[in-house]
């Protein structure tokens, strides 16, 4: 049985609560706000999880993430005047600066276990123009495990500890891109995710959204198929 909440409705109360409070509102929450019943919020949770649109803990109604928001602890914290979040991951953390449309700085480390490595969003612009974002998952294979693919999106500041980093960790190496790359992808990316009409890009929308970035490595490849991405 599907919900009868629109899914890009519950989406877009979700990313707004998250947003305004740094943690995700519970089933509670959500009845109040959208006026119905828990046993529909629950069915437009699952329903939006089967889209792709946000990972609960299994067995539960509860929100582990909704991208580009994490709601357990990760490497990368998002600071702002007005709040702070978790991302899920280099991409992420750049996508919520881009959604929330204020300056932020981004505290995180390189490789997940190095140095301490912080990102500042000055007007538009990020202040490191010199680290690297490593993108190891293949795009067709991102949500087999989604909070896996998420992990392993890292700052770098050189390809070396790139390289070494995926032989310390049995990770291939994947596409590697200056940070001013992966700021241009997440504005593009997630600069929807803030709409009450949002819905997942197409496949066709997400190819040209890579091709538009100049992103020819394998890792952004992407079938000839129909559905969402």
């Known amino acids: 049985m599907s919900s009868h909440i629109p899914l890009s409705k519950l989406h877009y109360e979700i990313i707004e609560y998250i947003i305004a ?13 959208l006026k119905t019943d828990a046993e ?11 889209y792709h649109g946000v990972v609960l803990h299994p067995g539960s109604p509860a929100v582990w ?19 702070q979040w978790w991302g899920s991951c280099a991409w992420c953390s750049l996508g919520i600066a881009a959604i929330v449309e204020e300056d932020v700085e981004i505290v ?35 949500w087999d495990n989604v909070i896996y693919t998420c992990s392993t999106m890292l700052v770098f500041k050189t390809e070396k500890e790139i390289k070494d ?23 593009k990316w997630y600069g929807n995710h803030r709409n009450p009409n949002w819905q997942k890009w197409s496949v066709a929308e997400a190819r040209a959204i890579f091709n538009s970035l100049d992103l020819t490595h394998p890792v952004w490849q992407l079938p000839e198929s129909e559905g969402r991405f």
């Open 21 to 33: 409070n740094g943690f995700a509102p519970d089933v509670e929450n959500l009845c109040e706000i």
């Open 40 to 50: 529909s919020i629950a069915r437009g949770l699952d329903d939006l999880q089967d």
């Open 108 to 142: 995180t480390s390189s490789g997940a276990h190095g140095e301490t490595v912080t990102v500042k969003i000055i007007d538009g612009l990020p202040d490191n123009d010199n680290l690297l974002v490593h993108f190891p998952i293949p795009m067709t294979r991102a």
């Open 65 to 83: 993430a909704i991208h580009p928001f994490s709601l357990s602890p990760t490497n990368f914290l998002v600071k702002s005047a007005k709040g």
């Open 165 to 187: 980093w995926c032989i310390a960790h049995n990770i291939s190496v994947g596409d590697i891109q200056p940070i001013g790359k992966a700021w241009d992808l997440a504005k």
